[in-house]
């Protein structure tokens, strides 16, 4: 490849790293947004794998020789602000639970929406699946002895009490030990939905499509024995986030494997670094969502209230976590 060849090739990416040291030298790094020093480092790396090859393969000529000074320029620039020391933020967690957990969310949504569509559309298939043939639940739900006799036990109790003259139901919604065990799972889930993105992903995929044939086929159990709406009054208040943490972990999992699979320009060894550092920053978030789902667990999930009121509380959850995972921070004034 001849040296205008290898710049036409590279040259917005060059174009905008040098835009972005620019702007961090002017108005100093801490006027960059999240997005913007994600991109910066990924371009940082890339301009220095260019100035690689370049030395490589092009300093023989006039041309490359200056383009590997000029390369060789920008990357001394952009190492400068890259691997900087961050001034003192006491209040720098804070701000990253405001929005830098949320920034990398919003940057890797491909990943998230891909764990989602591994996640509910074999729910959705498992629980069509059991509705249709009520034999096939014992194939897809582990343990399904123990778990149908439950649901048949608990279906066909209820009790009425005088709160707002409602009818209130006694057995799941009264049952720690169940919301614990079903907590238990989805934790266990989401470690391993993110550590299996070293397998390619394949892992990953097989713990998201084997936690929605669960989810689905549970659902389809409930259905069968009339108390699905027992059953999601137990599941949703605190299990609206815990399956979004599920969908994130995932996600941050297929970072990881996207990087092993497809580096683009970069070397893979500094792929895994960028994909690692930000599905770290993606984990970290779902720790704080997990929090806050056993609290929801602990102390919501087992009152004796009316089914709709939780399902009520666990929309306002989803609500909540949207909002969350859109905040943005104001943009720096110069």
Known sequence: MKAEQFVAAHRAGWQRLNQLVDKAQRERL????????HEMGTLYRRASSDLARAQTRLAGTIAGRDLVRSLNDLVLRAHTQVYSAPQPQPFRIWRFLLFGFSAAVRRQWRAVGLAAFLTYVPALLAYGAVIVNPDLAPMLIPNSEQVISEVKTRATKKLTTGWGGNTHYEGLAASPEVSSQIMKNNILVTIRAAAFGVTMGIG??????????????????ATNFDTDLLFWAVILPHG??????ICLAGGAGFVIARALFAP????RSDALKIAGAEAM???VGVALLLVVAGTIEGFITPLPLPPMLKIGFALLTGIGLLLYLSLKPRPATA
């Open 264 to 267: 683009g320009n970069l070397p």
């Open 281 to 283: 920053k993606i984990l």
């Open 204 to 221: 990953t995929a097989f713990v998201l499509v084997f936690n929605g044939v669960m989810l689905g086929a549970l659902s389809g159990v």
């Open 240 to 245: 609206v986030i815990e399956l979004s943490a």
């Open 30 to 37: 801490a006027s960059l947004s999240d997005d913007e020093l």
